[in-house]
């Protein structure tokens, strides 16, 4: 029987539109949106999301707008909500939710108008722009073609020469790849020269302590342990009235900003002189030639030439604010807007870099990208040593 996902908390709403629906379609339940994306990424196919939140709660536009931007623009958004008047439904037709149903449920309008939203969907998302998810523009990707293509060829000889000097200094594969997250949350391989002896992700968490975006913010060490529920709604005795969830999990958006203050963990990594790196993969950093591999990326249509780097799956996982999700909205890049203000800088902390992220998605352009490669010249000749 076809599905549909319902995302509530409330046992009287799962029970009455489990029973309204009984025949026409299974109701599979979720306490957020961020289970309902680990089961669609499972295998499992929904006709429909039913939220039960009003329209600005955390299950309805901000959830919708998430949905969105991983994908889910085929799928109908339907929301349960208290009370439904004319501001309510203007504010759901502009945001783009397909239906309203106020509450208590009523068992027979839903048995009516569910099915027809589902069929009828497809029709009108087809004649909507704005879900559309994000598209390479045809000028960006024969560019990048062209000049990935052009720097392969002539690059040629000087990947042989690196290859030699890095197999010659230490045992291993000349190239390395590790997995990353790029537009619109998409995984792929990601290619440089292997710039450090083998085994060096293993020892990653040995050095943690020298992790420079977690120094550059001493106090976090003597930060106190945060609860899960503000003082207010344990005092009521009731659920978050202001739920984020993250990691599979619901937590105050109080307590979520305390965590902020104090977290231990940087969503970024960054070591200065990490002596996982061998002397050929110091020099190849710092003049970005480890990065050369990339244009093999960039050919294929995983990245272009231009955009927000693309991060591992352990820095990713960890940018699941709202406000920092839009840099996933923009072309993945071999370089950027914050390669090319902050390289060569020490002083440059996690919510600038996220910050310059956002700054490209907001304002990218096939001009604006030009500019940044010619920036970007002069740029590698600044050392790093990161």
Same mark, same amino acid.
């Given at each position: 029987m076809?599905?549909?996902?319902?995302?509530?908390?409330?046992?009287?709403?799962?029970?009455?539109?489990?029973?309204?629906?009984?025949?026409?379609?299974?109701?599979?339940?979720?306490?957020?949106?961020?289970?309902?994306h680990?089961?669609?990424?499972?295998g499992s196919?929904?006709?429909?999301?039913i939220?039960d939140?009003?329209?600005?709660?955390?299950?309805?536009?901000?959830?919708?707008?998430t949905?969105?931007?991983?994908?889910?623009?085929?799928?109908?958004?339907?929301?349960l909500?208290?009370q439904?008047?004319?501001?309510?439904?203007?504010?759901?037709?502009?945001?783009?939710?397909?239906?309203?149903?106020?509450?208590p449920?009523?068992?027979?309008?839903?048995?009516i108008?569910?099915?027809?939203?589902?069929?009828?969907f497809?029709?009108?998302?087809?004649?909507?722009d704005s879900n559309?998810?994000?598209?390479?523009?045809?000028i960006?990707?024969?560019?990048?073609?062209?000049?990935?293509?052009i720097?392969?060829?002539?690059?040629?000889?000087?990947?042989?020469?690196?290859?030699?000097?890095?197999?010659?200094?230490?045992?291993?594969k000349?190239?390395?790849?590790?997995?990353?997250v790029?537009?619109?949350?998409?995984?792929?391989?990601?290619?440089?020269?292997?710039?450090?002896f083998?085994?060096?992700?293993?020892?990653?968490?040995?050095?943690?302590?020298?992790?420079?975006?977690n120094?550059?913010?001493?106090?976090v060490?003597?930060?106190?342990?945060?609860?899960?529920?503000?003082?207010?709604?344990?005092?009521?005795?009731?659920?978050?009235?202001?739920?984020?969830?993250?990691?599979?999990?619901?937590?105050?958006?109080?307590?979520?900003?305390?965590?902020?203050?104090?977290?231990t963990?940087?969503?970024?990594?960054?070591?200065?002189?990490?002596?996982?790196?061998?002397?050929?993969?110091?020099?190849?950093?710092n003049? *970005?030639?480890? %990065?050369?591999?990339? $244009?093999w /990326?960039?050919?294929?249509? &995983?990245? #272009?030439?231009?955009?927000?780097?693309? !991060?591992?799956?352990?820095?990713?996982?960890?940018?699941?604010?709202?406000k920092?999700?839009?840099?996933?909205?923009?072309p993945?890049?071999i370089?950027?807007?914050?390669?090319v203000?902050?390289?060569?800088?020490?002083?440059? *902390?996690e919510? %600038?870099r996220l910050? $310059?992220? /956002?700054?490209y998605?907001? &304002?990218? #352009?096939?001009?604006?990208d030009i500019? !940044?490669?010619?920036?970007?010249?002069?740029?590698?000749f600044?050392?790093?040593?990161?």
């Amino acid at each position: 029987m076809k599905k549909i996902a319902l995302i509530s908390i409330q046992t009287p709403v799962i029970q009455q539109l489990t029973k309204a629906l009984e025949g026409l379609f299974t109701v599979e339940v979720f306490a957020n949106g961020l289970a309902f994306h680990y089961a669609v990424q499972q295998g499992s196919d929904f006709r429909a999301i039913i939220a039960d939140d009003e329209l600005r709660g955390a299950n309805g536009i901000p959830l919708l707008k998430t949905l969105i931007s991983l994908g889910y623009t085929d799928i109908p958004f339907i929301s349960l909500i208290a009370q439904i008047n004319e501001e309510q439904r203007v504010l759901a037709m502009k945001e783009g939710i397909a239906e309203i149903f106020g509450t208590p449920l009523d068992q027979k309008a839903l048995r009516i108008r569910i099915p027809f939203v589902i069929d009828n969907f497809q029709v009108h998302s087809t004649t909507s722009d704005s879900n559309k998810p994000f598209k390479l523009p045809l000028i960006k990707r024969l560019f990048d073609i062209f000049f990935s293509g052009i720097a392969l060829l002539c690059l040629s000889p000087l990947f042989l020469i690196l290859a030699i000097l890095i197999r010659l200094e230490s045992k291993g594969k000349v190239f390395y790849y590790s997995l990353r997250v790029g537009t619109g949350y998409q995984v792929f391989r990601f290619y440089k020269f292997r710039s450090m002896f083998t085994g060096a992700d293993a020892k990653l968490k040995q050095l943690s302590h020298l992790n420079q975006y977690n120094i550059d913010n001493p106090k976090v060490a003597e930060a106190p342990p945060v609860k899960e529920l503000c003082d207010l709604c344990e005092a009521e005795g009731t659920l978050c009235q202001e739920a984020l969830f993250a990691d599979n999990k619901m937590i105050c958006e109080k307590i979520h900003k305390l965590q902020l203050a104090s977290k231990t963990d940087s969503a970024f990594i960054k070591i200065k002189d990490d002596p996982r790196i061998t002397k050929v993969g110091k020099f190849i950093r710092n003049t *970005s030639m480890d %990065e050369l591999p990339q $244009l093999w /990326n960039v050919f294929i249509g &995983d990245m #272009s030439i231009v955009g927000n780097r693309p !991060l591992p799956l352990y820095e990713a996982e960890k940018i699941t604010r709202d406000k920092y999700a839009l840099r996933f909205m923009a072309p993945a890049g071999i370089t950027g807007l914050w390669q090319v203000e902050k390289r060569g800088r020490s002083e440059m *902390s996690e919510e %600038e870099r996220l910050g $310059l992220d /956002n700054d490209y998605a907001k &304002d990218h #352009s096939f001009m604006n990208d030009i500019r !940044l490669i010619m920036r970007t010249i002069p740029a590698l000749f600044q050392s790093e040593n990161v």
